[in-house]
């Protein structure tokens, strides 16, 4: 027998049973509506000129901006011109479907005071060294999300201007252009979700988290680090603000720099652990596992986890060369680079620890589905193609020998990415189709190119579904999606398909290498373990010129298979997924080092920076238990 187990979704208010809340959508019905789920592709990761932040890269991209540009618009990046507007034309080739916009929420009131000549406060010393706008402009606001106990600068919010009531005016202009963008028609071309970031930096390490809603019905003010200075109390106040036709969800991003500290299941001393795992599990389904601060898959050599090197955990490091390895003990100074390096600040040892949890509570706190996104501070969202890479932070990557750079005082540079992209099986292109794929976590993460995937788990499926011409509604009525858990009673079957990205005339799309699947699972002597399965294709073929970066002939358009674990234990919690590989095509570095005279490039053209880059999609996990 064979129980296919409805995931948690976080819904706030008067709903029962995982259904969704009773939202009236004030739009016309989708005309296209496919029960067996389309893929609709977005990010859920950018930042404007409302991020203090981005405001000091000479971003003066605003929200109606973003949207546009998410639509398929050029917007104007740095360097500026003399009236102060940009001279760099920036457009995506394709368009999104979907996306949020999630400026930080710490300073939305201050940026709007400091950059407004007619404000009470334009002439605070920390206003004045704002718009001196350069990286210890940046430093002297950050480093106070860092302080476990922040305080806002009180030469501006005690006395000069109403910091909080700035921010809900903020917020709300940003609230008025994402309704305005949303496509409430029978086309249902484009979905506009209403978002922020939470940005707690406490002890240097990031801990933060974008906000996603699911309808138009949302708190009157976003909830920062100021107000609420740790995770759970950010998930209360969203329990307590977001209610009736409110729904919400939080997702964890850049693990990289957490030095272990960002998936650490804090139990206050009075509190029930296996409450607590339940209720972290209900807020944050989803982990954003690639943006332009690099891969947060996996990293070799880590303790705690039993395995056999896997090259392929070499991509896109932000770290490179030898860490030192935190073991059991979180460290600090994650978001500077600094710091050791914790296995919990990869997916793969997030997991894990989520099965131990569930061992000894009943509870697994971490059944994360994954995303990427760009975290783009150009307010650029989905602009990830390796061929075409403008920078994400403005006036600090805007030329080639500043995308090239070692990282300094300024976070960007040669270990910047273009980042990815979130790709959803929705049964249409709507906020509350979209935000329930998220929350059933039906839904994939890829490094830029759009690759369709599906990925199935049961038992006793047809091992010859590849072949079937109805494989998709076969497979889709006997077995459980990405994101799913799967009660088994016999060894367990994994069904994954994958399409090349065909690309465009301007940028053609690479060709698959291969498909496999990571294993997760505790041992029965209590250790955590992890196997790489080649499934499908081949491991070398197709490829790229280095001369030129042309694609070279090789590769598949499409790879299926059908794998059964031989060596399943329905003792032990185990967790699959599948990563899908390109060929390798030349890493936007390398191509910006071609575009120079040999004899003009920098040291990092030959340095170890790798020159060509496997592309690829990360599906969610699907969670596996004997029945």
Known sequence: MRLRIQPLLVLLGPACDGDPPAVVPDREPCAHHEPLRSLWWGDLHVHTAASFDAWTYDIRVEAEDAWAFAKGETVMLPPLDASGAGTRPARLD?????????????????VSACTDPTSPAWDAQPCQDYREA?????????????????????????????????????????RDAAEAAYDRSADCSFTALHGYEWSGTPNVANHHRNVIFRSSKVPGTPTSYFEEPTARGLWQALERDCRGDCAVLAIPHNTNASNGQLFQLDVP???????????????????????????????????????????????EKWRRGPVEDCGDTPGAGGLTANGCVHRLDFLRGILLEGLRYELDLGVNPFTLGVIASTDTHSGTPGLVREQDYRGHLGNVEDDVSERLAEPGLNPGGIVNSPGGLVAVWAEENSREAIFD????REVYGTSGPRIPVRFFGGVDLDPDLCQDPDWLEKVDAAAVPMGGR?????????????LADPGTATFPGQSLERIQI?????????????????????????????????????????????WTDPDWDADAPTFYYARVLEAPTCRWSWRDCLSLPEDERPGTCWDETPRFVQERAWTSPIQVRGS
């Not at 922040?150 to 709300?172: H, K, M, N, Y």
């Not at 794929?437 to 059933?440: D, E, G």
């Not at 081949?538 to 070279?552: I, S, Y």
Request: aromatic share 6%; net charge negative.
């Open 94 to 110: 394709r368009p999104l479907d979907f996306a949020a916009l999630t400026d930080h929420a710490e300073y939305l009131g201050e």
């Open 269 to 315: 001393v009075d509190a029930d652990p296996a409450a607590e795992a339940a209720f972290r599990a209900r807020m944050e389904p989803l982990i954003e596992v690639y943006q332009h601060k690099a891969d947060s898959e996996c990293r070799d050599g880590l303790s705690g986890i039993l395995g056999e090197p896997d090259e392929q955990c070499a991509f």
């Open 486 to 498: 799967l009660a088994a009673d016999g060894a367990p079957s994994f069904l994954v398909h994958a």
């Open 134 to 174: 350069n990286a210890q402009a940046v430093r002297r606001f950050g480093v106070l999300l860092s302080d476990p106990e922040p305080q806002r600068f009180a030469e501006i919010c005690e006395g000069a201007v109403d910091c909080l009531g700035l921010a809900t005016s903020a917020w709300r202009r940003a």
């Open 518 to 562: 990571i294993k997760g699972w505790i041992d029965d002597q209590g250790d955590a373990r992890i196997e790489v399965i080649d499934v499908a294709g081949e491991a070398g073929v197709g490829g790229v010129d280095p001369d030129t970066c042309d694609l070279m002939d090789g590769g598949a358009a499409s790879l299926c298979a059908m």
């Open 437 to 440: 794929a998220l929350s059933r």
